[in-house]
Structure formats: structure tokens, C-alpha cells
């Protein structure tokens, strides 16, 4: 709530200190869009979602409206993402850099104010009083040399905040379709974990029937009662996994209050005919990867600025400007003149200001080709988990699954010959809905690893290490 | 279902077995020709067309080796190898056998018989014959390694010997022995008497079975080779019951029944409505002063036993093992017992995980016989059998002495079901119960307790409502 409330009170004071900016310059360059069109065409096109700004009550009402269209029934993949772009308040707060760098930007491309300077003295004298005062308007010269180089500079990172903006956009999606898959899969598990509860309860309260009337010993009704008690722990812990990460959903799409009672389907989506083949993944990240586009963005800007360290290195300051200034009686009249005041580089020869340039400009040098380096590697192991995962889906759902119905129904015929008792299929049962588990979660971690791979295509993706989960290692 | 007995005519059911590829021709030309059966039912006796004569005997679903006269020595050829055995229709089980069955074809000589029995192997490791309770020249006696170098594949051997005293003996091999006789190696040697002997009668019919115990998981077809005791299987001459034939005899004949047993625990075999008297073992005919009238007699592992009695009570008179697991098919040893509990509420939560469960044990086992759930491929119900009062509930070794005055003299068909003279049949009482008088007494304790009793358990035996539940 207060977050909420300091993230709307911040976008309105930025509101009105742009408002401010742009009375004073007069002459002001501020855009319509304010740099959220090229976030907004981001959107489009690699989301095929859309994103608004909220800057006013209007927007606000538009966002609220699609929001309840959205919640009115079970989420999709792509209404979850579709709804955390306009409802997530982090992402509402990032659009807002876009406005304090277009300020800056703006502000570059202005001329600095002229200065008036006033000298005043006087002097009770023989011949009455006697002054003396100086007068000057001066102005920055320097900068209208340099302003075109600053205005180029301030462009650039204005454009890398567009860039920085729309990837945080991207992680947001990407976030959204990662964590709506695992709260998915986690409520499906929590349905099947409840069915092996029961079916464990049964086999319980039969032992304790069988006990009473004296067909089972206390050691043997135990141990259906210790798989009951196992079975109650499982589908608890199944319980509390959904509850986290349907929470943690919740929060991306910035839901609250009665909002946050959203439904999602009944199952995950099955999995596709045939992976995609991308066998030029790696050039593909070259040139669609955000991160990889700002940090050479950024490399230029900084060759740019140590461009002008270097040609700048001598002079602080240079002004110029015209000055009057009477000296003597009032009425000596003034003399008219200039003043131009330069800064010798005595002490400092700007050789410092030099270095960090190119410090920073040969650290971002390399930062660039590290960003290089690991998107290439990023987008490879993404593929590689893509294409594994899909393989471990499939393979659960074509090998592993038919051959557990199989040794169900086989088991299921074997207690029909009396062959087996009932403890036995219930016991078949339980290793069953184990598997059923674990195709659930192989679903899931194949969805994941495409929504990774996706990201990967076009921003920094956030890969998770390959882990066993619990239920498949049980399953064995 | 009751399996149909199909009497085909004599030597025209042997069909000629296709030399295997692994003897030589030119070896086998010198050799009978090798027999093989294809059909698991019943064959007519063998009468006797050349060597001496004797009255032969009937194999319960099996048959008798034909011989040839060789320079006045009787020659038969078994052939070893592995078959495919019918245990029940439906249910067939890959065993290992001679001349295309298990167990093999029954052989009938006549005391004093020179007799030369080729044996070839076709079986993909080395075996060799034993002549059980034959007395032979030691190296004929066919104890691989101790009495004669082991017939490997491929090759065959011959044994020769006078068939010296009568009786009824068996044949299976010495070499590998547990896996061998698990997988069927077996069969029956009768040796029938020169002239009237003293202590052996004429009969009008004489049956002839081997008890066996396969190990057989349901669903699928080979013995388990290493089961010791826990067979699921019992088996007369590699059959079970309704897949056994029934022994089809007219009124008043006199019978004979040889049971030899290879399995690993001993049978009482029980007749129905006769005492029977045992008056032979593998060692020879009883003499008559130790013969005493009995309704079961118990067959030792690995002996024989020959049963004779007067068929004089016409009915379908009941012929078991008396150990009551025997005369089950394939069951699960671990199935809990479930008589007399409540399943109420359970069953409904079980079907939710388990689609297809029902309640089953809750009354008894019975419950198995009268429902006709699928069951795993390959394998025989475990009670079964409908007779014409409904289900027999029994499988494994049982099968049914047929009684009838109008069986004709040397026919083995089935008559059908007895019609049961009026008045004969037990019925239903229809009339009012009396309380029934309890024994009031506590009796004396012939021990003081030194513990109080537990709580009892409560009994809970649920009273006949009908199967409205099911």
C-alpha cells in the first residue's frame, strides 16, 4: 500500500517538476511520448503485448478496467504477462527514469543562463561621496561549444534508459510466464497429492477396520497407518509450495485484496508437437539482445565523453560577457567593456579527468565484450535446456506415463485374480500419482526453460541451475 | 468351462515328428522314428499289436509311446526337448518335455521285455534318463556323471535293459535335475505282468497320472525354476482342474489308478464314495495281508502309489489332493484376509484413486469364483469349474470319477453330468429353526492364568443377505 502510494506520490512530483522545466526553458524539447513509445514498440513486438503509463487518473481508470477484464476469468499464460505489464507498480516506477533522463536531456540541450555580476562601492570623499561600481552580464561561452557534444551524450543514455526500461519490461514478462507455470504445475500437484491422501486414509482406516475385527496385528495396521501419515506431510508440503508461489505470482501482477483471488486453469498446457530448431540461436541474441545493444550504447557514449575530456582537459570555464562599470563620482559616467574570465590550468592540468575517462571508457570496452561473451552462452544453454527439457516431457509423457497405466492396470487385474489384496494396489496407487507428479513438474520445467529461452533471445535471462525435484526422485 | 475329451483313433493321432536339424539323418535312419503329440487331451489305450500282450492302461490327458519290434527288442525313441503345454484351456505354459508334451508319453513293456530306449536331446543343455524303480545294469540307471557321461545337446544316447519286474515306475532326468524335473521333465513307465501274478489283479480300467507342481507367475508362461515350496500350480500330468479330464469308468468295473509324484511335498489323494485299497508301490505289489481299506492315501515325495477299487456307486464322485491349496489355481499368497470387514464409506474412496476396484474377501473367497472380473493373460482362474449345481470353486489337482451303468466296456468318453435318482439329492429345508441349545458350563481351568485376559476381538461375521453389495 505505502509503497503504492509513494511510487504514485513520486510520478507526481516528477510530473511537476517536468511541468516546471518546461515553463522555465520556454523553448522546451520534451517528446510526446516521453521515450515510452520505443518501450511500447518493444512491447509489441517481441511480447505482442501492450504496456501504458500510467501519468494521470484517465490512465489509471483504463489500466483498472483491462485489469478486471483480465481477472474475470482463468488466467492464461498470456493474460498473466499481459497483466503484470499494466498493473506492476516496479514497472510503473521504471517508466519514470525514462522522464528524469529526458529531463537531462533536455537540460543538456539548453544554453546555461546568462550571469549578472554587480560590484558596488562607495567612499565619503572630499568632493562628496565616491563610488565605484562594476557591472557585467557575462555568459558561458564553452558551453555553447560543448553543448552540441552534451546533448549527443545525454541522448544516448536517454536512449539506453528507453533500452534499460523496456529490458526490465522484458524481465518483468518473462518473471510473470516463469513464476504462472510454477504456481500452475503447484496447484495441479497439490490436487494429485490430495488424491493420494485420500486414497492413503482409506488404506488406513481399512487397516484399523481389519485390526478391529481381528484379521490384521498392530505391527502391520502401523504401517498403513505410518503411509497415512506420510501421505497427510505430502500433500501439506504440496500445499504450502502452491501457496508460495501463487503469492509470489500475485505480486508480479500486482494484485491485492479481492483481486488476488484470480483463478488459473486446471492443468498446464500440453506440451508441443515438435520443439523449435533454432540453429542459429546465437546470432540471433547478437541482434535482438536489449542488454547486449545498451552496453554498446553505453561503450560509444563513453568514447564520445572522452572525446570531449580530452579537448576539454585545459578549460574549466571560459565566460564572456559585457560590463560597464563607473568609477569615481556618480556622475563620472560609466565605461563600457567586456570581461572575459578563463581559468588558468595551473595545478591541474586535467590530466585525472583524462584517465578516468579512459579508464571508464576501456571498463566499458570490456564489459561490452563480456555482455557479448555471455549472451552468446546464455542463449546456448538456454536452447540446450529447452530441448532437454522437452525431451524429459515427452519421455514422461510417452514412456514413463503408459508404462505406469500399464502396471496399474496389470496390478488392477492381478487384484481382480486375487492375486494381490487391496493394500497392494493402493499401494501401486500411491507410486502412480508419484509419477503423475512428476510429469506434471517435467511440464512445468519444460515451460519454464521456453519462457527462459525467450528470454534469452532478447534479454538477460534469469537460467536456473537443472535440479532433480523431490517427487521425480521419489517416483524411482 | 469343462473341457471336452476329443477321442481320436489310435496310432492315427501320433503325427510323425520332423527330425530336428541338429541329428544327423544318417544317424536317425537307424533309429525308430521319434513320435510326437500335439494334443493335450486323453488318449485311448494303446493296444498292444506286436511283442507280448498286456492290458494297457489310459493316461489322464496323455498318451502312450508306440515302439517298434527290433530282432525281438522293443524300441522306443524319446526325444527331449522344450514344448508348449496346454495346463488348461486358455492357459498354456512353456515347459520342457518329451515328443511334444509334458509329461512325456507313457511307456508299456511287459515283464521280461528286452527293451532299447533311444533318447535324443534337444533341449539346450545336457540331460540324461533315470529309470525310476527299474532294477537295470548300474550304467543304465542314468545318473549324469555318476553312471554315464550326460547327453549333450544334439546327441542321443540309448539305454538298454530287461524290463525284470512288473509294476509301475516313472522316468525323468538326473542331470540338472531341480531345473530339468521344474520344467516338466517326466514321465510314466508301467510294467505290465508276464502271466497272472498273485498279487496283481485283472482290472477293467487302469488310470495312470504323475502329481506336479509348476511355479508359474500369472501372466506369464515359464515355471519359475527355483520356487522350492510355494508353487502356484498343482498339477496332475501338467494339468489343473477344470483342465483336467475326468476318469470315465462303467458301473461296477474294477479300477486301478497310478499316481506317481515328482513335486517337493507329499498329497493325499481322496476319493469320493469308494474305499480303495493301495496294492503297489514303486517297489512292487503289497502283499495282500498289508492292504487295509482307505479313502485317502498320502503319495510321498517321489513315490508311487497304486489305489484299486470296486466302482460299485454310480455318480460323479469327487478325486482331489487333500492339502485344500492344492486344489487352487495361481492365487496370492499375500493377500490379506478380509472376512468380516466393514468396507462401507472405504470402497467409494478407493474407487476415486483405483477406478475399477471392488470389494472382494469380504465374505470369503468364494466371491472369486462367482465373478467373472478380467484377470492377467495366460492364467487360470484360481477356483472354477461350473458343475450342474453351479460353481465348483476348485482348480489345481481335482477331478471327477464318473460312474455310469451304461459306459460301455473300453469307452473313456464323458457321459455328462449324473441325473440323480429322485429323492438322492440333498435339498432345502424349508421349516421353522429352534433356538439352538448353547453349552451353559464354563469348565475348570487346568491352569491359572497369570495374565488377565485381553479385551476379545470383536467378531464380526457377516450373516448371508444375498450379493446386493456387488
Known amino acids: 500500500m505505502s509503497a503504492v502510494h509513494s511510487t504514485l506520490r513520486s510520478t507526481r512530483s516528477l510530473a511537476i517538476s517536468g511541468l516546471a522545466v518546461v515553463l522555465l526553458a520556454g523553448c522546451a524539447s520534451f517528446s510526446q511520448d516521453g521515450g515510452f513509445n520505443s518501450v511500447a514498440t518493444t512491447a509489441r513486438e517481441r511480447l505482442k503485448k501492450e504496456v501504458m503509463w500510467s501519468r494521470s487518473d484517465a490512465d489509471q481508470d483504463t489500466i483498472a478496467q483491462r485489469v478486471a477484464e483480465l481477472l474475470s476469468k482463468p488466467l492464461s499464460v498470456d493474460a498473466a504477462v499481459q497483466l503484470a505489464l499494466l498493473n506492476n507498480r516496479g514497472l510503473q516506477a521504471a517508466f519514470a527514469d525514462l522522464a528524469i533522463s529526458e529531463s537531462d536531456l533536455v537540460q543538456a540541450g539548453r544554453l546555461p543562463n546568462p550571469r549578472f555580476a554587480m560590484l558596488r562601492g562607495s567612499q565619503s570623499g572630499p568632493d562628496g561621496r565616491e563610488y565605484s561600481i562594476e557591472q557585467a552580464i557575462t555568459f558561458n561561452l564553452f558551453s555553447l561549444v560543448t553543448m552540441p557534444q552534451v546533448s549527443a551524450i545525454e541522448r544516448r543514455r536517454f536512449e539506453q534508459t528507453q533500452r534499460m526500461v523496456s529490458l526490465e519490461m522484458l524481465r518483468l514478462a518473462s518473471e510473470t510466464r516463469k513464476t504462472y507455470y510454477t504456481a500452475l504445475a503447484a496447484e495441479q500437484s497439490v490436487r494429485y497429492a490430495l488424491q493420494v491422501r485420500r486414497a492413503a486414509e482409506a488404506s488406513a482406516e481399512l487397516a484399523r477396520r481389519m485390526a478391529q475385527v481381528g484379521n490384521f496385528n498392530k505391527l502391520q495396521q502401523a504401517r498403513e497407518q505410518g503411509f497415512y501419515a506420510d501421505a497427510a506431510l505430502g500433500s501439506a508440503r504440496a500445499e504450502q509450495a502452491s501457496v508460495a508461489s501463487r503469492e509470489q505470482l500475485t505480486r508480479l501482477l500486482g494484485l491485492w485484496g479481492q483481486q488476488a483471488q484470480f483463478t488459473l486453469p486446471e492443468r498446464l498446457p500440453d506440451l508441443p508437437q515438435a520443439p523449435n530448431e533454432l540453429p542459429n540461436v546465437e546470432q540471433m541474441a547478437m541482434t535482438q539482445r536489449l542488454d547486449v545493444q545498451a552496453i554498446r550504447l553505453q561503450t560509444e557514449a563513453l568514447a564520445n565523453n572522452l572525446g570531449l575530456t580530452k579537448t576539454t582537459r585545459f578549460i574549466n570555464v571560459l565566460e564572456f560577457g559585457p560590463t560597464r562599470m563607473l568609477e569615481g563620482k556618480a556622475d563620472a559616467g560609466y565605461k563600457k567593456g567586456y570581461e572575459v574570465s578563463f581559468e588558468l590550468p595551473l595545478f591541474d592540468w586535467g590530466t585525472a579527468k583524462v584517465a578516468k575517462a579512459e579508464a571508464l571508457y576501456m571498463q566499458s570496452l570490456n564489459i561490452a565484450a563480456q555482455t557479448a561473451i555471455n549472451a552468446r552462452s546464455e542463449v546456448r544453454e538456454a536452447y540446450q535446456g529447452y530441448r532437454s527439457s522437452y525431451d524429459i516431457a515427452r519421455h514422461y509423457r510417452d514412456e514413463i506415463m503408459p508404462i505406469k497405466n500399464r502396471i496399474s492396470e496389470e496390478n488392477q487385474l492381478r487384484y481382480n485374480g486375487m492375486l494381490i489384496g487391496v493394500f497392494d494396489l493402493l499401494a501401486d496407487a500411491r507410486a502412480q500419482v508419484a509419477s503423475v507428479n512428476s510429469t506434471i513438474e517435467a511440464l512445468r520445467d519444460f515451460w519454464i526453460a521456453e519462457a527462459d529461452l525467450e528470454m534469452a533471445l532478447i534479454g538477460k535471462p534469469k537460467l536456473n541451475p537443472p535440479t532433480r525435484s523431490m517427487a521425480a526422485s521419489n517416483a524411482d | 468351462m469343462q473341457s471336452r475329451r476329443h477321442f481320436l483313433r489310435g496310432a492315427g493321432t501320433l503325427t510323425a515328428a520332423v527330425a530336428a536339424a541338429t541329428v544327423s539323418k544318417v544317424a536317425m535312419a537307424a533309429l525308430p522314428e521319434p513320435v510326437s503329440q500335439a494334443s493335450p487331451n486323453t488318449m485311448p489305450p494303446l493296444l498292444p499289436r506286436t511283442g507280448r500282450p498286456y492290458n494297457p492302461v489310459v493316461t489322464l490327458n496323455g498318451w502312450t509311446l508306440p515302439w517298434r519290434m527290433n530282432n525281438g527288442v522293443k524300441e522306443f525313441h524319446l526325444v527331449a526337448e522344450p514344448v508348449e503345454r496346454e495346463m488348461a484351456p486358455g492357459f498354456k505354459a512353456h515347459l520342457w518335455g518329451y515328443n511334444g508334451q509334458s509329461p512325456g508319453p507313457t511307456i508299456e513293456v511287459v515283464e521280461g521285455d528286452r527293451v532299447r530306449v533311444f533318447v535324443t536331446n534337444r533341449l539346450p543343455e545336457h540331460t540324461s534318463v533315470h529309470w525310476h524303480g527299474q532294477r537295470l545294469p548300474n550304467g543304465m540307471d542314468g545318473v549324469s556323471g555318476l553312471t554315464q557321461k550326460s547327453i549333450q545337446p544334439g546327441k542321443t544316447y540309448v539305454y538298454e535293459f530287461v524290463a525284470r519286474r512288473p509294476g509301475t515306475f516313472m522316468y525323468h532326468p538326473h542331470a540338472d535335475e531341480m531345473t530339468q524335473m521344474a520344467m516338466g521333465m517326466m514321465g510314466f513307465w508301467v510294467t505290465h505282468p508276464k502271466t497272472r501274478h498273485p498279487l496283481i489283479e485283472e482290472v477293467d480300467r487302469d488310470f495312470c497320472f504323475l502329481l506336479n507342481a509348476y511355479d508359474i507367475d500369472p501372466g506369464s508362461y515359464t515355471p519359475k525354476i527355483m520356487t522350492m515350496l510355494d508353487f502356484n500350480l498343482w498339477s496332475w500330468n501338467s494339468r489343473i482342474f477344470p483342465g483336467i479330464d475326468t476318469l470315465n469308468v462303467r458301473q461296477n468295473d474294477?479300477?486301478?489308478?497310478?499316481?506317481?509324484?515328482?513335486?517337493?511335498?507329499?498329497?493325499?489323494?481322496?476319493?469320493?464314495?469308494?474305499?480303495?485299497?493301495?496294492?503297489?508301490?514303486?517297489?512292487?505289489?503289497?502283499?495282500?495281508?498289508?492292504?487295509?481299506?482307505?479313502?485317502?492315501?498320502?503319495?510321498?515325495?517321489?513315490?508311487?502309489?497304486?489305489?484299486?477299487?470296486?466302482?460299485?456307486?454310480?455318480?460323479?464322485?469327487a478325486i482331489h489332493c487333500h492339502k485344500s491349496h492344492h486344489t487352487m489355481n495361481a492365487m496370492g499368497h499375500e493377500v490379506p484376509t478380509m472376512i468380516g470387514v466393514d468396507h462401507r464409506g472405504i470402497a467409494k474412496q478407493i474407487t476415486q484413486l483405483v477406478p475399477d476396484y471392488m470389494v472382494m474377501g469380504e465374505r470369503g473367497m468364494a466371491d472369486m469364483g462367482e465373478m467373472e472380473m478380467p484377470i492377467p493373460d495366460n492364467t487360470a482362474r484360481m477356483m472354477t469349474g461350473q458343475g450342474p449345481f453351479g460353481g465348483v470353486e476348485m482348480g489345481g489337482m481335482f477331478s471327477v470319477l464318473k460312474v455310469r451303468k451304461n459306459q460301455k466296456p473300453g469307452d473313456y468318453k464323458d457321459p455328462g453330468w449324473f441325473k440323480h435318482p429322485q429323492g438322492t439329492v440333498a435339498f432345502e429345508y424349508n421349516g421353522a429353526l429352534a433356538k439352538p441349545a448353547r453349552f451353559q458350563s464354563k469348565g475348570g481351568q487346568t491352569m491359572p492364568r497369570a495374565q488377565p485376559d485381553s479385551p476379545p476381538v470383536e467378531v464380526k461375521v457377516r450373516k448371508p443377505v444375498g450379493h446386493a453389495d456387488h
Open chain 2, 254 to 317: 474294477k479300477v486301478r489308478i497310478r499316481v506317481g509324484n515328482l513335486t517337493m511335498t507329499n498329497h493325499p489323494i481322496h476319493l469320493h464314495g469308494h474305499e480303495f485299497t493301495v496294492t503297489g508301490t514303486d517297489g512292487g505289489p503289497t502283499p495282500t495281508g498289508s492292504r487295509w481299506p482307505e479313502v485317502t492315501a498320502d503319495i510321498g515325495v517321489g513315490q508311487m502309489r497304486q489305489i484299486e477299487f470296486l466302482a460299485d456307486e454310480e455318480g460323479d464322485w
